[in-house]
Nanobody, 125 residues
Framework: QVQLVESGGGSVQAGGSLRLSCAAS????????VGWFRQAPGKERYFVVG????????SYADSVKGRFTISRDNAKNTVYLQMTSLKPEDTAVYYCAVPKEPFRIGIRSTDYDYWGQGTQVTVSS
């Protein structure tokens, strides 16, 4: 089992920044990819970006390219999502997720087995 806890969400004005954290426990974190997803009210859960066990990111969703940056600190069992130039359309619950198998990564929600509880990000115009 893997336990994931997201933090760092909040309410900001457009143009602002937030840094989300995803703290993991329960397994050898450095063997696992981590994905960030978001879900706006009434919409499907949407892949934002992932990072592999070595810290190499996947492609970013087009809507966040150039504004969001993913990173990880394996010593702290934590993955970060730095979000800048936030827009109202970034408003969503943000989730981090981990696959069941080590050294696997994907861009679909079905590629991930363990999920955090989510953290709300609200961007006002």
């Amino acid at each position: 089992q893997v336990q994931l806890v997201e933090s760092g969400g909040g309410s900001v004005q457009a143009g602002g920044s937030l840094r989300l954290s995803c703290a993991a426990s329960g397994r050898t974190f450095s063997y696992y990819a981590v994905g960030w997803f978001r879900q706006a009210p009434g919409k499907e859960r949407y892949f934002v970006v992932g990072v592999n066990w070595s810290g190499v990111p996947t492609s970013y969703a087009d809507s966040v390219k150039g504004r969001f940056t993913i990173s990880r600190d394996n010593a702290k069992n934590t993955v970060y999502l730095q979000m800048t130039s936030l827009k109202p359309e970034d408003t969503a619950v943000y989730y981090c997720a981990v696959p069941k198998e080590p050294f696997r990564i994907g861009i679909r929600s079905t590629d991930y087995d363990y999920w955090g509880q989510g953290t709300q990000v609200t961007v006002s115009s």
